[in-house]
T-cell receptor, first 114, second 116 residues
């Protein structure tokens, strides 16, 4: 069985400070990992994905994520957070052992204060 | 290129009724997946359609069904609505889906269903 855990329900940071949203995964096969962001009353927007290759993945809006196989983690990062980054963030994983279904974490609410 | 569109955006129904939701994928995308989002259960996979065939299914009762048309547009139907079906229903499209594990799903804005 595959699963994704986002250990923090909420993350609060000041504008201009680094932002990290944590994600750990558990899959039987090779993990394919995704990050999405959801603004109020909107659908999910794709930020970035890790398939293979370089462990540091760069995505939209200045976000990046680091794949760590030994720690089974895929944390989302942004060097300098903006108030407009305040939203709900989802980590998702897909693997061959689960017929490539996309499984989502519970989500982390990020609040960036001015 | 236009994104994924879903209609209607908001819907209010009463228990026992049925509802049909519509999703138009991004042009050129052949896979459509449906998800239910609730505060308590989070995002849960309903099913995936590819080339008019259901390719994958989540753990939902048979009251939830779907179909896909030759133009890749998809509909989702919920019969005999229950209060617990109140949720945001999200549709996502991707080029190939299914076995193309690296494929990215792009989401529509969702349909907010309220069951009274």
């Amino acid at each position: 069985a595959q699963s994704v855990a986002q250990p923090e329900d909420q993350v609060n940071v000041a504008e201009g400070n680094p932002l990290t949203v944590k994600c750990t995964y558990s899959v039987s096969g090779n993990p394919y990992l995704f990050w999405y962001v959801q603004y109020p009353n909107r659908g999910l927007q794709f930020l970035l994905k890790y398939i293979t290759g370089d462990n540091l993945v760069k995505g939209s809006y200045g976000f990046e994520a680091e794949f760590n196989k030994s720690q089974t983690s895929f944390h989302l990062k942004k060097p300098s957070a903006l108030v407009s980054d305040s939203a709900l963030y989802f980590c998702a994983v897909r693997d061959s052992a689960n017929d490539y279904k996309l499984s989502f974490g519970a989500g982390t609410t990020v609040t960036v204060r001015a | 290129k236009a994104g994924v569109t879903q209609t209607p955006r908001y819907l209010i129904k009463t228990r026992g009724q049925q509802v049909t939701l519509s999703c138009s994928p991004i042009s050129g995308h052949r896979s459509v997946s449906w998800y239910q989002q609730t505060p308590g259960q989070g995002l849960q996979f309903l099913f995936e359609y590819f080339s008019e065939t259901q390719r994958n299914k989540g753990n939902f009762p048979g009251r939830f069904s779907g179909r896909q048309f030759s133009n890749s547009r998809s509909e989702m139907n919920v019969s005999t609505l229950e209060l617990g079906d109140s949720a945001l229903y999200l549709c996502a499209s991707s080029r190939e889906g299914g076995g193309a594990s690296t494929d990215t799903q792009y989401f529509g804005p969702g349909t907010r269903l309220t069951v009274l």
